[in-house]
């Protein structure tokens, strides 16, 4: 059976990861990945058998080192993208507690940037929802 945007899912566990000033980490995306070359929020793929905030935790250390607390993730937003070659739920999370200092450990470039200046930034489609959620949340 060919794979179709239809039959093809994928569950993304992301981060909101929010420092001790308010600003919030990116990351750029691989030249080769998907969507290479945009900025993204921390994340990955939801495994079988595993809880959201779970993938979001293993996610985390893999891509930057840093320990989160689960117990202080805040659901902020949930989206659903159909990209011409998948369909993307976005399971986003605000993490405002952790320990260690990310790092691009896939190699890819991190930033701290103010809520307000992520417009500044090119982002997948499926990530305008997060921006608009974050920027939204900043403003109440």
């Known amino acids: 059976m060919p794979n179709t945007a ?3 899912r994928v569950h993304v566990a992301v981060g909101v990861i929010v420092n001790s000033l308010g600003d919030i980490l990116i990351a750029r995306r691989a030249s080769d990945a998907h ?3 945009l900025w993204e929020f921390p994340g990955g793929k939801v495994e079988v058998g595993e809880g959201v905030r779970e993938a979001l935790a293993r996610e985390l250390n893999e891509e930057l080192g840093i320990l ?3 117990d ?4 902020l937003i949930e989206i659903s993208h159909d990209y ?3 369909v993307v739920l976005l399971d986003v999370w605000r993490v405002t ?6 790092e691009g450990r896939e190699g890819q470039p991190l930033r701290w940037v103010s809520p307000q200046s992520l417009s500044d930034y090119a982002f997948p489609a499926a990530n305008t ?3 608009d959620a974050i920027q939204s949340a ?3």
Not at 72 to 75: E, M, P, T, V, Y
């Open 35 to 37: 969507q290479g070359g």
């Open 72 to 75: 202080s993730c805040r659901s």
């Open 84 to 86: 011409s070659d998948k």
């Open 68 to 70: 989160i607390e689960l």
């Open 129 to 131: 929802a997060i921006v």
């Open 6 to 8: 239809a039959n093809k």
């Open 97 to 102: 507690q952790f320990r260690g200092e990310p």
């Open 138 to 140: 900043e403003t109440v």
